[in-house]
Nanobody, 123 residues
Framework: QVHLVESGGGSVQAGGSLRLSCAAS????MGWFRQAPGKEREFVAS????????AYEDSVKGRFTISRDNIKNTSYLQMNSLKPEDTAVYYC????????????????????WGQGTQVTVSS
């Protein structure tokens, strides 16, 4: 069983920045999802095992950046220009299949999930 450890959530004003971290040892495609109150969990970003490919949900393109440091076994989600609509619980996820896919937006293809970290953006 892989244990994903998230950190970096908090409360910021609109326009501010936060960086989320997710520690996970092993060879995985990494992803970030979020779930706002009363809404379904949605894809935010994904990054390949090598870090050479990434994918983003349209509303975060140009504001969020996903990255990883495989020496530190950590992936990151840098969130800039935050908006109140970014308020949600953010989850990191790891997909073990790195041979047939580089990135994936499909939550069903992720095998392991973190406990979630709250991000609150005030206007």
């Amino acid at each position: 069983q892989v244990h994903l450890v998230e950190s970096g959530g908090g409360s910021v004003q609109a326009g501010g920045s936060l960086r989320l971290s997710c520690a996970a040892s092993g060879r995985y495609v990494m992803g970030w999802f979020r779930q706002a109150p009363g809404k379904e969990r949605e894809f935010v970003a994904s990054i390949s095992w090598t870090g050479g490919r990434s994918a983003y949900e349209d509303s975060v393109k140009g504001r969020f950046t996903i990255s990883r440091d495989n020496i530190k076994n950590t992936s990151y989600l840098q969130m800039n220009s935050l908006k109140p609509e970014d308020t949600a619980v953010y989850y990191c996820a790891a997909a073990a299949d790195t041979t047939t896919m580089a990135v994936t937006t499909n939550p069903a293809e992720y095998d392991y999930w973190g406990q979630g970290t709250q991000v609150t953006v005030s206007s």
